[in-house]
């Protein structure tokens, strides 16, 4: 996988192989997920200040919180992954 970089909103962004998922921060177990990550020092708000709405988990363990759906960033990803099988033509 590429160094594709993914905008998550207010001028932050992830690299896109690192991704493992993109959730919805409703559910208890993601809760936990965040919580836990705040407490480890691996929780990164990529909020500014707003609501939480999506929740991305990195393979290297660190939580990233953004005010963007899940799938707004979903869509971004998909759109990423497009581009790079392009390139590699």
Do not use: Y
């Amino acid at each position: 996988m590429g160094m594709g970089l993914i905008s998550i909103g207010f001028g932050n962004i992830v690299v896109a192989g690192r991704v493992v998922a993109i959730v919805g921060p409703e559910s208890a177990p993601i809760k936990r997920v965040i919580n836990d990550a705040r407490e480890s020092g691996n929780l990164i708000d990529a909020t500014c200040g707003r609501r939480t709405r999506a929740v991305i988990i990195t393979d290297s363990k660190q939580v990233v919180l953004s005010a963007l759906l899940p799938d707004t960033i979903g869509h971004r990803f998909e759109k990423e992954q497009v581009t790079l099988k392009e390139d590699k033509k």
